[in-house]
Each structure stands twice: as structure tokens, then as C-alpha cells.
């Protein structure tokens, strides 16, 4: 049974800093890897998707990397602002019907 | 955006009564999941559907039922409602990869806001 981890739960960072969140999974096998952002109260937006074959996705200030080997990805925020702050989720597909596994998120705040 | 839409976006309910929420999508992806999002679990599986009338469990089904009748309806239905079913319901789509690498992405609907009463 595939099982997702991140780490830290929660962050609270002064605006300007540099930050990296933490996703770890039990079982390589995987297809893919996507980082999701929840605002209070909305939906899923993806942000990046990692396919099993490649090691790291840009887009814009963010920055994922996928070491499928040691079951670790990691998704970078350069210079964080106020309105990043929302819950970051991570999410593996695997199995025979590619079903997305979810952490339980990292809760960011960046405050002004 | 993906074409997923999730209805009724809201629902209050009384506990016992049967409630069925609707997912359904336009892109013709042969796989769907209900998932609920509960504070402190994140979000949980409740089913998937890997193709018309194919349907397994997921790691908290008891209680739901689904069904798919055609590829573009996926329907999660409470028998009868509980208090511990007031949650935020989320469905998903994907598609089987064309690369070597079997590559797919999920796309999520807007969630649905059940509360058991």
C-alpha cells in the first residue's frame, strides 16, 4: 500500500525567504508525482507534475524535484510572498489504475 | 481546465436519507475516484472506477456505494447518511499514459460540501 509523507505540517515564514517542502512515499513504483495548492475553503490546483521518467518541473518561482530511487520529492519556492500562503499537497499515482496518493499537506503561512 | 463538474457543490442532509453526488466529465479519461477531505487526514479514497460498470473500493468505502453507467458519469451514493460523512467531496479523472513511461496526470473537480444533520 502506497503511503505519503510530508513534512513539515506547518510553516510560518516572513516573506522573501526561500522554502522547501517535503514529500516522501513507501512504494517507487510510481507513474507520476504532483504537487497541489489548496486555498481555505477551495479546490485543487495542480502546480507541477513530475513524470516518473524525469527529475525536476519549473514554473515560475517553483521548483520540483522527483528521486523516485530514494522515494523523496521536494518542491522549492524561491522569494515567497503573502498570497503563496495556502496548504501544498502532494500526490503519487501507482497502480494498476494510476490512483493519485495524497500527504496531508504542508499548511504555509508567509507573512508581510 | 479539465471539463470535470461536481454536483451539488453544497448539500445539507438529514442523517438517514440516501444522498448521491454526481461527477461528471468531458474529456473522455477512462479512470475516476471519489476521495473525501477530512481536517487532519487529508484526502482518503472512498472508490475508483477504471472503466464503464468497473468499480473497486477504496481505503474508506464503507458507507458509499458507486456507480458508472457511461464514461462520463461517476456517481458516489450514501445509502443512508451519517454525521461522520460530513465532509468535503472531491472527484478526480485521469487517463492512461501514451509514453514509456506511462505518463498521466489527475484533474480534480470543485468539491462538493456535505453536511449530515
Known amino acids: 500500500k502506497q503511503e505519503v509523507t510530508q513534512i513539515p505540517a506547518a510553516l510560518s515564514v516572513p516573506e522573501g525567504e526561500n522554502l522547501v517542502l517535503n514529500c516522501s512515499f513507501t512504494?517507487?513504483?510510481?507513474?507520476?508525482l504532483q504537487w497541489f495548492r489548496q486555498d481555505p475553503g477551495k479546490g485543487l490546483t495542480s502546480l507541477l507534475l513530475?513524470?516518473?521518467?524525469?527529475r525536476e518541473q519549473t514554473s515560475g518561482r517553483l521548483n520540483a524535484s522527483l528521486d523516485k530511487s530514494s522515494g523523496r520529492s521536494t518542491l522549492y519556492i524561491a522569494a515567497s510572498q503573502p498570497g503563496d500562503s495556502a496548504t501544498y499537497l502532494c500526490?503519487?499515482?501507482?497502480?494498476?489504475?494510476?490512483?493519485?496518493?495524497f500527504g496531508r499537506g504542508t499548511s504555509l503561512i508567509v507573512h508581510p | 481546465d479539465a471539463g470535470i463538474t461536481q454536483s451539488p457543490r453544497h448539500k445539507v442532509t438529514e442523517t438517514g436519507t440516501p444522498v448521491t453526488l454526481r461527477c461528471h466529465q468531458t474529456?473522455?479519461?477512462?479512470?475516476m475516484y471519489w476521495y473525501r477531505q477530512d481536517p487532519g487526514h487529508g484526502l482518503r479514497l472512498i472508490h475508483y472506477?477504471?472503466?464503464?460498470?468497473?468499480?473497486d473500493k477504496g481505503e474508506v468505502s464503507d458507507g458509499y456505494s458507486v456507480s458508472r453507467s457511461k464514461t462520463e458519469d461517476f456517481l458516489l451514493t450514501l445509502e443512508s447518511a451519517t454525521s461522520s460523512q460530513t465532509s468535503v467531496y472531491f472527484c478526480?479523472?485521469?487517463?492512461?499514459?501514451?509514453?514509456?513511461?506511462?505518463?498521466?496526470?489527475?484533474?480534480f473537480g470543485q468539491g462538493t460540501r456535505l453536511t449530515v444533520v
Open positions: 512504494d517507487s513504483a510510481i507513474y507520476n
Open positions: 500526490a503519487v499515482a501507482s497502480g494498476g489504475s494510476y490512483i493519485p496518493t
Open positions: 478526480a479523472i485521469s487517463e492512461a499514459g501514451t509514453g514509456s513511461s506511462g505518463d498521466t496526470e489527475a484533474f
Open positions: 513530475i513524470q516518473s521518467s524525469q
Open positions: 472506477s477504471y472503466g464503464v460498470k468497473d468499480t
Open positions: 474529456e473522455n479519461h477512462r479512470y
